[in-house]
T-cell receptor
Framework: GQNIDQPTEMTATEGAIVQINCTYQ??????LFWYQQHAGEAPTFLSY??LDGLEEKGRFSSFLSRSKGYSYLLLKELQMKDSASYLC??????????WGAGTKLIIKP | NAGVTQTPKFRVLKTGQSMTLLCAQD?????MYWYRQDPGMGLRLIHY???????AKGEVPDGYNVSRLKKQNFLLGLESAAPSQTSVYFC????????????FGPGTRLTVL
């Protein structure tokens, strides 16, 4: 079956660094996406990885290891506005997204 | 450029009632999706469309119907609402090229009593 696993909740301190992990099992693989979702709002796109390695985009970076079925999202210099849920999604062989339940990130001052 | 819009934003139905959720996008995207989001679960795909006049079933299609008569609109219908359909419904659209993102509407919060 197809499955995405990510932690339910994480807590971090303002100004610190946090890494949110995601493991996936899909029928075929066409890329790994990260979305951010603030409470009561729609998901918004953060990053896409299809090749192994690290993609950096400002304070946010995303890493992919296809052989391990593993990705992480790295958030640096945390700000209070980064408090949100972070959704991991893998694209399967039919180009459909399989979504994780999301990781709720709580930032403390 | 409004992006993806959804109407209504909130709705309360009684069991057995019907309703239609409307999604509209102004980005000329070919692909459109309807998801539901429930606490503790990932987004689940209900139905999707790869172009005007075409629709297909997703992971959880039972109890829902869809239509894509115009490229910019994707309608989700509930013929006879059930309490299990209480959820937040998101519409999304996508241009479908490698690495392309899905753009989401603001969501519709539906409660079925």
């Amino acid at each position: 079956g197809q499955n995405i696993d990510q932690p339910t909740e994480m807590t971090a301190t303002e100004g610190a660094i946090v890494q949110i992990n995601c493991t996936y099992q899909t029928s075929g693989f066409n890329g790994l996406f990260w979305y951010q979702q603030h409470a009561g709002e729609a998901p918004t796109f953060l990053s896409y990885n299809v090749l192994d390695g690290l993609e950096e985009k400002g304070r946010f970076s995303s890493f992919l290891s296809r052989s391990k079925g593993y990705s992480y999202l790295l958030l640096k210099e945390l700000q209070m506005k980064d408090s949100a849920s972070y959704l991991c999604a893998a694209m399967d062989s039919n180009y459909q997204l399989i979504w994780g339940a999301g990781t709720k990130l709580i930032i403390k001052p | 450029n409004a992006g993806v819009t959804q109407t209504p934003k909130f709705r309360v139905l009684k069991t057995g009632q019907s309703m239609t959720l409307l999604c509209a996008q102004d980005m000329n995207h070919e692909y459109m999706y309807w998801y539901r989001q429930d606490p503790g679960m990932g987004l689940r795909l209900i139905h999707y469309s790869v172009g005007e006049g075409t629709t297909a079933k997703g992971e959880v299609p039972d109890g829902y119907n869809v239509s894509r008569l115009k490229k910019q609109n994707f309608l989700l219908g509930l013929e006879s609402a059930a309490p299990s359909q209480t959820s937040v419904y998101f519409c999304a659209s996508e241009a479908r090229r490698e690495g392309n993102e899905q753009f989401f509407g603001p969501g519709t919060r539906l409660t079925v009593l």
